[in-house]
């Protein structure tokens, strides 16, 4: 049985943005993924790195500069705007500000069947029974629809911006830092809901965050970015316990370990300095200037993300020349 195709496949997705000095400014560049139905992808990465550049520009929320996204083989990136439209319903995103994605003069209601409204769904009154069963699939009283988003908490003001979200019955929903304005205790609540949403409904996420234990939490797979590129990328476990670039090593690194995890801790890395400068980017590994491990092929040279051996036993796609002539 030949396996089912992926439903993205993400190619050399690049955006730059003007001139600098030395040529355009990389916010993205040469982008390589793909992700299964109802797969989670955590992608992580500091400030800076263009996770979230990654999320909007393949969503066409920012028009890439290069490069092809496909949904179930179909190129939307170069579709045409009206052809996009039937495409969006299917792709969809939650912002990490819930407040500042709901509009605060609309009802719940309002806010969370205005997709349906938009793309012709049903009657009016099968809209809003809709509007009712997607609050109480996000954990909210369907007597919400009439009030506004002001009168909600953080946490179901997030659980709003889902139910909005789910309402088009999405494939995708990119979830660019969606727990991150949220207090730690709220903030598992909301993962624990997502992943419901994912196991109920079948919907892939690309998962977007700074919070290393928040990714291991709900992705099946991870890819590291770093200066516009995606670094390393493997299993969630096996990243976890192995990582092998060393910037997947300094950020697992500060994660605090927690007594009692399978996974050993990692001793500190520290790593000092800052990103490039994305107008006049270095020849080589754009980590080099910071990285402990850094040779003098890694200022020549910048490492293309490719499989390689890791270990005796695994192989992983992996951005860095340690790892050279290990297959
Ligand atoms: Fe460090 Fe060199 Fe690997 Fe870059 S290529 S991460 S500088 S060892």
Redesign the pocket.
Known sequence: MTAAPPLLEVEGLTKTYGQGRAGKVFALADVDFSLNKGETLGVVGESGSGKTTLGRTLLRLTEPSAGRVRVDGEDIAALSLSALKPLRRRLQIIFQDPFGALNPRHTVGKVIGEPLAVHGVGSKAERAAKVRDLLDAVGLEPDAVDRYPHEFSGGQRQRIAIARAIALEPDLVVADEPVSALDVSIQSQILNLIADLRRERGIAFLFISHDLSVVRHVSDRVAVMYFGRIVEQAETDALFASPA???TVALLSAVPHVAGDAIPAIERVAVTGELPDPSNPPPG?P??AR?P???DV?RQDR?PLVRRNVSERETRDVA???FEGAG
């Open positions: 670039h060393p910037y590994c980590f080099a990285c491990k850094a040779m890694c490492p860095c020349h340690l």
